[in-house]
């Protein structure tokens, strides 16, 4: 569903020449599988995402998503991908429905798929509460629920969550892993970037390490744990990137490097 | 590259929809557009009326000292002059008149009066003490006295609260008799009756006794003037007498016409005014709030694509622009017109030209509103996508302000009126022609410059709209993170991270040097020759025209360069070309150069007269047959080429060029390259000129190539002057070039054409050159 081949960005900068935001990634993720891009911040993840949901344009690299290549065919990508990221803003002055209806429309649905589909979200969500409250008026877990409702609209094949719990409380952030959870076992595609680790042991089956825009490991969890001698999840990132900043104070043989394959 | 889809109606109708309900929400919005010029102008109108009220002219306090003097007829009726010398008889009650002798004085004027008493002292030691000497040259202690009295009587008449003073001589009455008894006994006498003491008017110097005062004159005036009818009566003479041509002002305009003038004013400035208002701030909150409320990057992921999200919002803006633009102009109109009524009512006789335009200048308008706001709604969304933040677009408010406010200026200056250049210029030619349109609404040659002016103001619309679609498809401004901005970083980055080519920030600082230098230089240079012998002129001039390149184009251009970048071959294009590329380069421009000639000649009539005539004529001695022919190409050919070159065609073109985006650097340099130019008409050639230039450094990578046309472009133009070709050329040529007295040497069209097939087959060979390997 998800492919991404050697996917670089350099982005042009008049005092430092060149920023590398990302350098030869790649990946790829099946259906009914949630993909952990597990990184700190400005890693590159959020680059990499806005690359696979055509805002941005790689600088080198290919990535496809449901077949369809994110450079040639960037209006067939964004309608078979949701996206959804933490800091994405609503607009203040529509309500709750407003807001899923107009995105709906975008995505092209007629009105009776429309009606249905935001029918089935929004009970799923339990926002019908609020479903005609203007978004300025909404808590901060009701707006990320807004959020997950326009992503999911058009019922799209694939998801893109950029660090979707950013900002939220506990209990919230409990229920959008739960919708995660509940769209990976619907078969969709998942890619979930996030810095929380028990984020990625919860739900994903495979993950990436991503640090500086490269990936430094990948794998599932228990092939990345087996070949750490680390005890946990944690421990072997923090190993990994203290690891990519001190070459020299470490063993180099663990080093992947930049084309470290993940595949499936 | 898949083939590019077409326009999603759909998808804009839904974004435009959405964009349009969210504004009409915003409270900030409506207030703007709606509630404010629904409420202005007519809060506006009521202050005015109000302020009118309140503040309606007091009457000024007239004194008149031996009024009992006065002779027939009368001039006073009781405490006020009489209305019949009064043109508007109402002004009669605007000045009241205290005089002595009268029985019910209050004591605030029995005060003034004893005030005039005393100025009129001194007012008398004044007189006589001009009277007794010259006042040609006056001893410096006369002079001080007069003016130590001056100044006394100044003061005393302000502290007294009189505004104008009248003193009527003792007898004056009696003098007029006098004069009236020679003339009806038609007596000579020896010595001329008319030396008796005349009456005073005085006044302060205070702007309201002024006023006072010419109303005081002209009672007088009228008065003096019912006397001297009545000596003619008198004398068995006709009335006209004094009046035998009393010519007749006439105006004949009519009333609507008269209104059309006031409205041909007033209405385009606030047209400008509103459709900048009305798309600016909804602009902001489209494109800059949008970035600031993190709601761009979902908008970006939706299906809509960038071109129909610029679209849905540009068409939004633009019913928000002209939305606030007609609001104003209606609720303007009715508040003037029932101003206009109800002033009308109180005071028939008030002149009031305020009257709305007529249904056809109302419709001519609405017309122009669209390209002007579309022109405003596409720059606003520009400059508002540019912005990080909401706040960082309004900043971007004033400097539009004021470039507006500068076009709407110069369109109300009398010197500016509708002509082939003009109807071209951005927001100056619509104003321009609404104003010729509300006076005369069908004149047909007005009506000719309408496609011009529309299609003009929607090519501006078009490319502002073409680059707010660029600043979409931009990932630097899109994604724009806001950074602190420290000088002292600034500056040392500058120096520690320097780039290999310039950047924008350093082709804008030379520009700046080179066009305001060229102003600077003006003023100076202008004196400094004029204080040259006459003959010396032209040749010192030739040699300021080489200095000035040098200093202001070349230097400048350099000394960034050494300083600012790392690759100074790169940046000025250094490179050789090969032997071809000169050769094209210097076939082309002989090719163009009759070209350009004749499409000039074509388009004189286009721009404005550029230069005043002395300054041509100068030109012309200057760049005459009397200069040595090598002192001409080294100034006009040989200077220019590289002092030009190496500035817009090294430094500016390198400092614009990314890749591929090369087009955009060449238009760019040829537009810099044009205004430098300064002159309208050589505006437009230096940029035709620019892009060809732009095209032969891009090209072939080198700075030679463009050196080599631009020498040998102005060199033809330069030796074109000096030598009669016809006369050298055999029999022939003639139908190649002809020769006439009035406008010299002209190509003729077999010429043309030759020219024409060389220059698009030199053009072609460019465009397909081999493009240059990077030399870094």
């Known amino acids: 569903m998800i492919e991404v081949h050697d996917l670089s960005k350099r982005f042009p900068d008049l005092q430092q020449g060149e920023i590398v935001a990302l350098d030869g990634v790649r990946f790829n993720v099946g259906p009914g599988e949630v993909f952990g891009l597990l990184g700190p911040n400005g890693a590159g993840k959020t680059t990499c995402l806005r690359i696979l949901s055509t805002i941005l344009t790689p600088t080198a690299g290919t990535a496809s998503i449901d077949g369809r290549d994110i450079v040639d065919d960037p209006d067939g990508v964004r309608a078979r991908i949701g996206f959804l990221s933490g800091s994405t803003g609503l607009y203040d002055r529509m309500t709750a429905r407003e807001t899923v209806e107009y995105f709906g429309r975008l995505y092209g649905l007629d009105e009776d798929r429309l009606s249905e589909s935001i029918e089935r979200i929004f009970n799923t969500l339990s926002m019908n509460e609020f479903a005609d409250t203007l978004n300025s008026r909404l808590s901060t877990g009701m707006r990320q629920k807004v959020s997950i409702a326009r992503a999911l609209v058009h019922d799209p094949p694939v998801l893109i969550f950029d660090e979707p719990t950013t900002g939220l409380d506990v209990l919230v952030a409990r229920a959008v892993l739960d919708t995660v959870a509940t769209l990976r076992d619907e078969g969709k595609c998942i890619i979930y970037s996030t810095h929380i680790m028990r984020e990625v042991e919860r739900l994903c089956d495979r993950l990436a390490i991503i640090h500086r825009g490269r990936i430094l490991a990948a794998g599932s969890q228990r092939d990345l744990l087996a070949a750490s001698e680390q005890p946990d999840l944690e421990e072997h990132f923090f190993d990994l990137v203290s690891q990519f900043e001190n070459p020299v104070n470490h063993d180099t043989t663990t080093d992947a490097g930049p084309a470290c394959e993940a595949g499936s | ?776």
């Open chain 2, 1 to 776: 590259m898949t083939a590019r889809p077409r326009l999603d109606l759909r998808k804009i109708r839904i974004v435009f929809q959405r964009e349009l309900r969210d504004q009409l929400r915003d409270r900030r919005t409506l207030f703007m557009v709606m509630a404010l010029p629904v409420l202005l102008y007519p809060a506006l109108g009521i202050g005015m009326l109000q302020m009118a009220v309140v503040f309606s002219e007091k009457p000024r306090t007239v004194v008149m000292l031996g009024s009992e003097s006065l002779p027939s007829p009368q001039l006073m009726d009781g405490p006020a002059f009489a209305t019949r010398w009064f043109s508007d008889p109402t002004d009669a009650q605007r000045l009241t008149v205290e005089t002595t002798g009268r029985s019910n004085t209050s004591p605030e004027s029995a005060e003034r009066l004893s005030d005039a008493r005393s100025i009129r002292k001194l007012f008398d030691q004044r007189s006589e003490l001009i009277g007794t000497d010259d006042l040609v040259s006056p001893p410096p202690e006369k002079v001080q006295e007069l003016q130590r009295l001056n100044e006394l009587i100044n003061v005393r008449l302000r502290d007294s609260g009189i505004d104008v003073l009248v003193v009527i001589p003792d007898g004056f009455a009696d003098s007029l008799q006098e004069v009236d008894r020679l003339i009806a006994s038609r007596a000579r006498t020896a010595e001329d009756p008319s030396g008796y003491p005349r009456p005073v008017i005085l006044v302060s110097g205070n702007e309201k006794s002024l006023i006072a005062s010419r109303r005081v004159q002209r009672v007088f005036d009228s008065w003096e003037n019912e006397l001297l009818r009545l000596r003619l009566e008198a004398a068995g003479l006709p009335r006209s007498l004094p009046s035998p041509v009393d010519a007749a002002v006439v105006k004949i305009v009519g009333s609507k016409q008269e209104s059309a003038l006031v409205w041909g004013k007033l209405y385009p400035v606030i047209l400008v005014l509103m459709t900048v208002t009305g798309a600016f701030y909804p602009a902001v909150d489209l494109a800059a709030g949008e970035k600031e409320r993190g709601t761009m990057e979902t908008l970006l992921i939706s299906p809509a694509r960038r071109i129909e999200l610029v679209l849905a919002k540009f068409l939004t803006v633009l019913v928000f622009s002209t939305a606030t633009a007609v609001l104003n102009l209606v609720s303007l109109g009715l508040t003037a017109t029932y101003m206009v009524q109800l002033v009308g009512s109180v005071n028939p006789t008030a002149e009031m030209n305020l009257a709305p335009p007529p249904t056809s200048g109302v419709i001519w308008i609405l017309i122009m509103i669209l390209p002007l706001a579309a022109f405003f709604s596409a720059i606003s969304l520009a400059l508002a996508t540019f912005a990080r933040s909401t706040r960082e677009g309004q900043y971007y408010l004033s400097p539009l302000m004021i470039i507006v406010m500068l076009l709407v200026a110069l369109a109300a200056s009398p010197g500016v009126e509708l002509q082939p250049f003009h109807s071209v210029l951005p927001v100056l030619g619509p104003i321009l022609l609404l104003r010729e349109l509300l006076v005369n609404p069908t004149a047909a040659e007005t009506l000719a410059y309408l496609p011009a002016v529309l299609g003009a103001s929607f090519v501006y619309a078009g490319l502002a709209l073409w680059w707010a679609v660029s600043q979409f498809h931009s990932e630097s401004v899109l994604f724009r993170e806001a950074e602190r901005f420290d000088l002292r970083l600034w500056a040392k980055r500058l120096w520690t991270h320097k780039p290999p080519v310039p950047g924008a920030g350093g082709a804008i600082t030379c520009l700046a040097i080179g066009l305001f230098g060229q102003v600077l230089l003006m003023q100076p240079l202008a004196g400094w020759l004029s204080s040259l012998a006459e003959s010396d002129r032209a040749r010192a001039a030739i040699w300021a025209l080489v200095g000035q390149q040098i200093l202001l184009f070349l230097l400048p251009a350099w000394l960034l360069a050494t300083t600012l970048v790392t690759d100074i071959r790169r940046t000025f294009r250094l490179r050789l070309a090969t032997p071809g590329a000169i050769a094209v380069a210097a076939g082309l421009a002989a090719a163009l150069h009759p070209l350009v000639q004749e499409l000039m000649q074509q388009l004189q009539w286009f721009f404005p007269q550029g230069l005043p005539e002395g300054s041509q004529d100068f030109l012309k001695t200057m760049l005459g047959p009397t200069q040595p022919a090598w002192l001409l190409l080294l100034a006009v050919a040989l200077t220019p080429a590289v002092c030009e070159e190496f500035l817009f065609r090294g430094f500016v073109l390198s400092a614009f060029d990314r890749p591929g985006r090369g087009h955009v650097a060449v238009v760019l340099s040829a537009v810099a390259f044009g205004a430098v130019h300064m002159i309208p008409h050589q505006v437009f050639y230096a940029t035709l000129l620019g892009l060809v230039l732009g095209l032969l450094a891009i090209r072939t990578g080198s700075i030679w190539p463009g050196l080599t046309f631009h020498a040998v472009f102005n060199g033809i133009a330069v030796l074109r002057e000096r030598w009669d070709i016809p006369d050298t050329l055999p029999a022939w040529g003639d139908w190649l070039i002809s020769s006439d007295a009035d406008t010299g040497l002209s190509y003729d069209w077999p010429l043309l054409l030759i020219a024409a097939f060389a220059a698009a087959a030199l053009l072609g060979a460019l465009w397909r050159w081999p493009s240059p390997g990077s030399d870094r």
